[in-house]
């Protein structure tokens, strides 16, 4: 069984930074590509940064340039840095596989950016 445990997240200025991680039970995790996903307020979850098990990135234009994601196969981690955070980065964000696994989702980490 899957299960994805998402942490890190909280209240933080414009401006501000946070890193966000995802620890994954199994082996599906080393053969799988990862990303981070994000619902914000009103919203669909959206697909913000992925990686592969060989480390190439893809990014939403939304967070170009500030957010970094990055994996630890030996930990089974998956990260995601959070820099020049505005407003509108304000979600709840999950980690799963790339396209999602409908069955492992996690109960995900609240992101709020508020002065």
């Known amino acids: 069984q899957v299960q994805l445990v998402e942490s890190g997240g909280g209240l933080v200025q414009p401006g501000g930074s946070l890193r966000l991680s995802c620890a994954a039970s199994g082996s599906f995790f080393t053969i799988n590509t990862m990303g981070w996903y994000r619902q914000c307020p009103g919203k669909q979850r959206e697909l913000v940064a992925s990686i592969t098990t060989g480390g190439h990135t893809r990014y939403a234009d939304s967070v170009k340039g500030r957010f970094t994601i990055s994996r630890d196969n030996a930990k089974n981690t998956v990260y995601l840095q959070m820099n020049s955070l505005k407003p509108e980065d304000t979600a709840v964000y999950y980690c799963?596989?790339?396209?999602?696994?409908?069955?492992?989702w996690g109960q995900g980490t609240q992101v709020t950016v508020s002065s």
């Open positions: 799963n596989t790339a396209p999602s696994l409908s069955s492992a």
